[in-house]
């Protein structure tokens, strides 16, 4: 175990963590202290504790597959940072943590026989404590990258994307690197959208023209704050997070989407322990709630059906490189 913490210490925690934003929080929106709220969008998110969440029933042909030293508990430990809405974030208790995540680590959880223990944690600890075996699990919008398959194992189950968003009467619509010349632009550092930014900046100097000015928040409050008074041009975050500000305020909108593995495609993936055998079994359970429909209805209630996948994969260092496509 000391060989692989070092190995993870030596990747750096940006480049395990660099998927979604650590600072998008569930604030912004506003339902703030509402138990539902009523998008544009026709969803009607569920923002209280009691989430009466679709359920599946076990599989015991699957439950069998669950390697011993995680099923002998009886429960699956799952980590999220509760930090991203709809994806995961905080109910209007402000202590049980919701969204989509959490749902579908309960369908998995149904289908091997398990209980769902969710843990939240920081974005930045998620990698050691899941290397450590805290936690066996991690649902939170963790994209597939190069890094993360020499100490992970992956089974996909949501399709990855970032989002450029902008105050309302803005002109702005990011298709690529040209667009954000110049302008000032909020980002969470050590994401793969500051991954993508910089990459972008390097293109533009390249070409001659004026980089965008990169503007880091300590909050997601300051930085839509920072959004809707102008003090920003843009702001980039998870796309079903953007969605979400766009279609439940009445001044920002989306201007822009970039795959989050740009310039390859990534997906978004439930991550375990390498090589302890769990992400075959929770990819199995992924395919079994996509076939009896419970995975759309959990997709469908926060709003993210454009998002599904037909299938569930496992992705390992082993066959990573097969799995890689281009954005560009």
Request: net charge negative.
């Amino acid at each position: 175990m000391p060989a692989v913490v070092l190995l993870g210490t030596l990747l750096g925690t940006a480049a395990l963590s660099a998927c979604s934003d650590p600072g998008a929080a569930a604030s912004g929106g506003s339902a703030a202290g509402a138990a539902t709220t009523a998008a544009r969008n026709g969803v009607v998110y569920n923002t209280s504790p009691d989430q009466q969440r679709i359920r599946a029933e076990k599989d015991a042909a699957l439950a069998a597959k669950v390697p011993a030293l995680i099923g002998n508990d009886g429960k699956l430990t799952v980590a999220t940072t509760a930090g991203s809405i709809p994806l995961s974030f905080h109910a209007t208790d402000d202590k049980t943590p919701i969204g989509s995540e959490i749902d579908l680590a309960q369908l998995v959880a149904d289908k091997l026989g398990l209980e769902l223990d969710i843990q939240v944690t920081s974005w930045e600890n998620w990698p050691l404590k899941t290397q450590s075996g805290d936690f066996e699990a991690v649902f939170s919008n963790v994209g597939i990258n190069k890094e993360r398959v020499k100490l992970f194992d992956f089974a996909t189950y949501r399709a990855a994307y970032m989002g450029f968003e902008a105050k309302k009467s803005s002109s702005h619509n990011i298709q690529g690197a040209d667009d954000i010349s110049g302008l000032k632009v909020s980002v969470g550092s050590g994401t793969n959208q500051e991954k993508i930014l910089l990459a972008w900046n390097k293109e533009l100097e390249a070409k001659g023209k004026e980089p965008a000015s990169l503007q880091y928040y300590s909050s997601d409050a300051d930085t839509i704050l920072a959004l809707s008074s102008g003090r920003t041009d843009l702001n980039i975050a998870p796309y079903p997070s953007t969605v979400y500000r766009e279609n439940t305020r009445d001044d920002l909108k989306v201007v822009g989407k970039v795959n989050a593995g740009w310039p390859s495609e990534t997906l978004v993936a439930a991550t375990t322990l390498k090589g302890n055998g769990l992400a075959p079994a929770v990819t199995e359970a992924l395919n079994s709630v996509i076939k009896d429909g419970s995975y759309a209805k959990v997709l469908d209630r926060w709003g993210l059906s454009e998002e599904a996948l037909p299938e569930s994969k496992t992705v390992t260092e082993a066959n990573f490189a097969g799995t890689q496509g281009t954005s560009k």
